[in-house]
């Protein structure tokens, strides 16, 4: 009998046309590198976004598409395979392909509003309700600011549906130094919703006594001695 393995199946990165579009192109670095396989997708709102935010001419074909991301992120290992916007007929607008997960990074509200009422009119929306409909992992990460009434009830509405809202929220207990430190917080954080070890993180232990006074410099934490018991 064979089983499924979670592990070894590809992961679902949808980019919709929130700001913050560096974070999804560090998802897909973090993600090939990681050797693993790659379904990506790019709204046809987030191609008008790259363009706006970093002047960016995305393909809209995939194959243009797969050698344009290739070629960005410099980054020959794992599989990737992209899917044109609206394409209803690829492997994951099915149940029957099995995917590890979902992540949405960023999410526009107007993909979240669609994936809430249930409307599927492009293939991110239409993967999203798949994941739902299958209890698959779905990560939504939505970008926006300030939540009117109507995002956050859009919200609540798929987190009720089992998807995991993970907000691309900056912190500073890592103490990032740069923003590309700051990127991959928020990336790996938003990845640890699919149990995804994306990169090594500055993640909290805990207070560590005796060191690390206020207004000092950082240390890191390999030179920081044990913490007490
Ligand atoms: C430069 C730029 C930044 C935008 N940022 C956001 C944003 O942060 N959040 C959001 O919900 N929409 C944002 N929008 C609007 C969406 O791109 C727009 O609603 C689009 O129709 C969303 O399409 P999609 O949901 O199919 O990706 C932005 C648009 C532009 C041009």
New binding site residues.
């Given amino acids: 009998m064979l089983s499924f393995n979670p592990a070894a199946a590809p992961v679902v990165l949808a980019v919709?046309?929130?700001?913050?579009q560096p974070l999804a192109q560090r998802a897909l670095e973090l993600l090939l590198e990681a050797n693993l396989a790659v379904e990506m997708v790019t709204?046809?709102?987030?191609i008008?976004?790259w363009q706006?935010?970093l002047g960016l001419r995305v393909p809209s074909e995939p194959e243009a598409q797969e050698l344009f991301w290739r070629e960005r992120t410099g980054c020959q290992s794992g599989l990737l395979r992209c899917h044109r916007?609206n394409d209803q007929a690829a492997a994951i607008a099915s149940g029957s392909y099995r995917t590890r997960g979902m992540v949405i990074l960023?999410?526009?509200?107007?993909?979240?509003g669609?994936i809430a009422s249930g409307v599927a009119l492009?293939l991110?929306e239409r993967a999203a309700d798949v994941h739902l409909k299958e209890g698959r992992p779905l990560v939504i990460a939505?970008?926006?600011?300030p939540w009117n009434l109507v995002h956050l009830r859009n919200l609540t509405r798929l987190a009720e549906a089992g998807a995991r809202i993970a907000p691309p929220v900056p912190a500073w207990y890592h103490q990032p130094r740069t923003i590309e430190e700051m990127v991959d917080f928020l990336v790996i954080r938003v990845f640890d919703g699919l149990d995804l070890e994306l990169g090594s993180l500055n993640r909290w232990q805990g207070p560590l006594r005796g060191v690390h006074p206020p207004g000092q410099d950082r240390q890191e934490p390999s030179t920081l001695p044990p913490s007490e018991p």
């Fill in positions: 919709s046309g929130a700001s913050a709204s046809r709102g987030a008008g976004v706006a935010e916007w960023p999410a526009s509200m107007g993909t979240v669609r492009d991110i939505p970008r926006e600011l």
